[in-house]
């Protein structure tokens, strides 16, 4: 009887040291797999600046984070949707920073052409602010980022001077997929911006030339050399652009050809391309240095005003950790915290993530897809520029002849020039 009896109790602890030390190790999982920060111990909480579309996941993190760096205070500053909203929280946010004050973390968007609605955002021009020293150098922190994990091409935009400035988070592009019943004449879409622009294939030209008016961003590289203080591009080489563009769009405003399964598709939404069985010609819109550019849509800095840098890197090391880009989430006391994020921007900086985001396509678009994604050769920010360019474009191509064109086009890159040099 006292042997069952000695058993039953020692069990009873056995099951006790197991729920326990099960405990413990729940909480410290994370810590685990990378070393916890030693953070500023201040009052202060750590301010947060975030656009409304991404309060929620933004909440998701920081649930995990004060459980682990034992309820430190937070306090998110949400960028409103609307225009007018959205205007008004910005110049507030603006003005905190001038004063030296704002917030320490910023996981902002750059300016969208493509919005179907446009709002404010807090810089207009990322990379400007990179090279002004808007935000804190993250150079002595990357130790604590395990960086193998992120896609390298794209992490690079961030590097300003050769520093780490700030971390790109979702990227975008555009894809074209056509049926093969739909390009009788193709055999190989070219690389190279100006073939492509003078296609015969009746479809791309088409496509294109309708496409062409909203990416016309897309066909340049970088636009600025921040460092130089100089445009990257010649005048010749942009009005030349502007001629082959305009020519394109007029060229495929005449015809009648009727496209009867095509899909115009970022990045971000290819799983619209799915079906096993599914094949198509995928294609995006070649850039002039012959290779495609990808446009960086949500990123993360620290403000170079923050007091508590520590904690601010401490938040950035949770949001780009593997088990929050994974989706499988961190696992803390009974639950998992911060588990199937996704950022509704764009692919995540994640390696495996656009390999994750191919699995319902048919193996000759995910092959072609690849091969895209291999010759991308220019990673940017969304910024001033792209919305500059659409702008030329539309207002170039308005004009009725030539003297009033030239006009236009010497006026903005004038323009243009002032605009650099401040």
Known sequence: ????????????????????????????VYADIRAKIEIEKTEMPLKICVDEENKKTALQIVAAWKKIYKNNGVELMVIPSGQQASEEKVQEIQNEI?????????????????????????????????????FLSLKPYMKYFDI??????????????????????????????FTTQDLPENTKISRNWLELARQKEKAIQQIVGQRSGVQFFDTFSEVVDYKKKTLLYSE????????????LKTRSLALNWKIKDTGVVSLNDLEELGG?????????????EGGFTANVTLYAGINKNTKQPLKAVSFLQMLYSEEVLSGKGIELEDRREASNIRFPQGVSIYKKELEKRMRSLSRQDQKQIKTIQEEVNTVRFYSVWDRELNSLLSKY???EDEKQKEHVFIKTIQKWKGKIQK
């Open 1 to 28: 009887m006292m042997g069952k009896r000695l058993k039953k109790i020692f069990g009873l602890i056995l099951i006790n040291i197991i729920l326990v030390s099960g405990s413990l190790n729940a909480e410290t």
């Open 236 to 247: 010749e080489q942009i009005k030349k652009v502007l001629d082959e563009t305009v020519a």
């Open 397 to 399: 191509e308005a004009q």
């Open 148 to 177: 193998d994990i992120l896609e390298e091409k794209i992490l690079s935009a961030g590097v300003a001077n050769e520093e780490q400035i700030l971390l790109p988070m979702t990227y975008d592009y555009f894809l074209y997929a």
């Open 98 to 134: 001038t004063t030296g004050e704002g917030p320490d973390v910023f996981l902002a968007e750059g300016p969208n052409p493509t919005w179907s609605e446009q709002r404010a955002v807090v810089f207009e021009d990322p990379q400007k602010e990179m090279y002004q020293g808007t």
């Open 276 to 288: 096993e069985k599914t094949v198509h010609t995928v294609f995006a819109m070649p850039n002039q």
